[in-house]
Structure formats: C-alpha cells, structure tokens
C-alpha cells in the first residue's frame, strides 16, 4: 500500500507476534507488528479467544488477521479517547503498522525518580480505561 519502504530490525518477539522497526518513504521509523497466532506454543488460542467459535476450524493466518484487526481497533479507540498509545496507522492481514514509541518496559527500570507520580499516572489511566469499559 506503500507505508513502508524498508523493514530493519526485530525489536520484539513475543508467543503471538513479531514486531520490526519499518520505514516509510520520507524516513520516518515506525513499528509492524506481524500476528502469528496458532504457533506450536500458542495451539490454545482459539478456546482463549472470544472472536472464535468453539469447535470452529481456522487457520492460524485468519485468526492472526482477526487479532491484528481487532489489536487495530482498540488501538485507535483508545487513543480517540485520549490514552498514550502508538497511532494505529494502517492494518493489512495479520499485519498492524504503527508509530514507534520510544521508550522502555517498566520492568526494565530499576529505580525512579518519583515512584509516587508514576503510581498515580498509572492508577489515572486505570480508571480511565474502568469509565471507558475496557478494564473486566
């Protein structure tokens, strides 16, 4: 569709996608995150998953289409309601293309400098996603 035009390196792997850090033609570096659900270490995802019929046969490219779209969705949704979250740029297949944040885990964050603010911002946007329905 002509969002990207070079992919570079894997940033992230995890049991139900992998991500790489992408560019589009004026040099911007966002992210795609590639769905691979049904993989040999996630053959369960189609009892765990609530857009998947019980006793339905699928294969592991539309049920990764189905994640990704759905990934998609909530992503814009929740950035429409003012959450800190990548911009959904684009969904095609298994495949969501979205803005780069730079930044890193929290687990990977050994002290802060004001844990206090951290916990509220944190609590903040708990309840922000309990009004918008989104916490079960």
């Not at 270490?41 to 765990?48: D, L, Q």
């Not at 609530?50 to 998609?72: Q, T």
Request: proline share 3%; charged share 25%.
């Amino acid at each position: 569709r002509g969002s990207i035009a070079g992919v570079g390196r894997q940033i992230g792997v995890g049991k139900e996608s992998d991500v790489y850090e992408v560019v589009d033609d004026e040099g911007r570096t966002m992210a795609l995150k590639l769905h691979r659900l049904g993989r040999t270490s996630f053959r369960a995802v189609k009892s765990k998953r609530d857009y998947v019929k019980r006793g339905s046969h699928f294969s592991w490219l539309y049920l990764s289409r189905l994640a990704a779209l759905k990934e998609f969705a909530f992503m814009k949704a929740l950035g429409e309601n003012g959450l800190p979250v990548p911009e959904a740029i684009e969904c095609n297949r298994h495949a969501v293309l979205m803005s780069l944040v730079h930044a890193q885990p929290m687990v990977q964050v050994r002290e802060f400098k004001n844990p206090e603010r951290v916990y509220k911002e944190c609590m903040g946007l708990l309840a922000k996603l309990a009004r918008l329905g989104l916490v079960h």
